[in-house]
């Protein structure tokens, strides 16, 4: 969305393939700016996946290039590219898949790993959000797809501070002495809330005068409730749900931003909050590369207790950020491959030559 919104769509037609017709938060936006979604079918049901991408492929004007962002899944979109005569087809890696993948059922891995085989046999090029993703998903070794580092961007406009934090903190009823730490994550097994909320419990024990806002939704989201109730942090958490605001978040509401997870490729949430100049206590697995602002970014090991993390959190949060710090903040982000111009520039200039290359040949 973040390149739709800024490529020029007067050279660039920009269509999205969707696993589902049940109707998404980005729907309308998509077809305001021009493009067009196209449904096909659930990934797990592979014996009608290739024929409904096929059929879309079909009934659209000819793509000049299929972007593929299933991971080690994208191979099946690709191939039916491949059947389809798309001559640029993209495979990127957006994850630490080595990870993810010991996670799956055995099941999932030998679909994962047909799914990997396949990328690799039908991409012409690929692209990886850090090298770590990068290496997970073409190999250590030379790869048989040429690939390349592409860093993610944001739109940086909605990171300038207009709102007070006063103003904000009345919106969610938080007293304004109190600290808020703040996390944006999908309720999933890879985001470690569970540790999230250890780490809350051992604050709460300390003393401390704190709100933790929650912000996203998923198949965890009820047992975290419970897991909250539990314990007796109740008055200590705060849940949002899905929000379209996060920007607003991350420059009024969050002194604090954490973000403990069990792997990651490059989170586009930690270049949100050094954007906003937030400090960010994160996991110490996230790549380095995510470190655009060095002084707002603390790894901590993932074997550290919640005590560890406690200390990590508050050191982080001592200090009040002023409008200076912020807007310096911001301005390291513009001069990084996090500002979306910079992605975009990248992007456009690889498909306009991988395009222009296919079609020479």
Not at 94 to 120: E, I, K, M, P, V
Not at 297 to 309: C, G, I, M, R
Request: aromatic residues 8%; proline residues 6%.
């Amino acid at each position: 969305m973040h390149v739709l919104r800024s490529v020029d769509r007067s050279q660039f037609q920009m269509d999205f393939l969707v696993h589902s017709e049940v109707p998404a938060h980005f729907d309308t936006e998509i077809r305001s700016l021009g493009s067009r979604i196209l449904y096909g079918m659930p990934l797990k049901r592979t014996w009608k996946y290739g024929s409904a991408i096929r059929n879309q492929l079909r009934q659209a004007p000819p793509y000049d290039i299929v972007h593929a962002h299933l991971d080690y899944f994208s191979g099946f979109a690709l191939k039916v590219a491949n059947q389809a005569g798309v001559p640029v087809r993209i495979a990127h890696s957006h994850n630490d898949l080595t990870r993810s993948f010991a996670g799956l059922r055995w099941s999932r891995q030998l679909f994962a790993a047909r799914g990997r085989s396949l990328a690799l046999r039908h991409a012409t090029h690929g692209l990886a959000c850090c090298f770590t993703a990068g290496q997970s998903m073409f190999g250590k070794q030379r790869s048989s797809v040429p690939w390349k580092v592409l860093p993610y961007g944001i739109e940086l406009s909605p990171f300038l501070p207009v709102t007070s934090h006063q103003d904000f903190r009345r919106e969610f009823g938080i007293p304004d002495d109190t600290l808020i730490i703040g996390h944006v994550g999908r309720f999933f097994p890879q985001k470690n809330h569970a540790l999230i909320i250890r780490i809350a419990d051992a604050l709460r024990r300390r003393g401390a005068d704190f709100r933790l806002v929650l912000v996203g939704d998923g198949p965890l989201r009820s047992k975290i409730e419970t897991d909250i109730h539990d314990r007796g942090l109740c008055n200590y958490i705060t849940l949002t749900g899905v929000r379209a605001d996060i920007p607003r978040l991350f420059t009024s509401l969050f002194d604090v931003f954490l973000f403990p997870s069990l792997f990651e490729g490059l989170p586009v949430v930690l270049i949100e909050a050094q954007a906003a100049g937030c400090p960010t206590v994160i996991s110490d697995v996230i790549s380095p590369e995510i470190h655009f602002v060095q002084n707002l970014v603390k790894p901590v090991s993932l074997t550290a207790d919640a005590e560890q993390w406690a200390d990590a959190v508050l050191h982080s949060a001592g200090e009040p950020r002023s409008r200076e710090q912020r807007l310096a903040a911001l301005k390291t982000i513009r001069n990084s491959p996090g500002n979306i111009d910079n992605c975009v520039e990248s992007l456009t200039n690889l498909y306009l030559r991988e395009a222009s290359a296919r079609k020479a040949a």
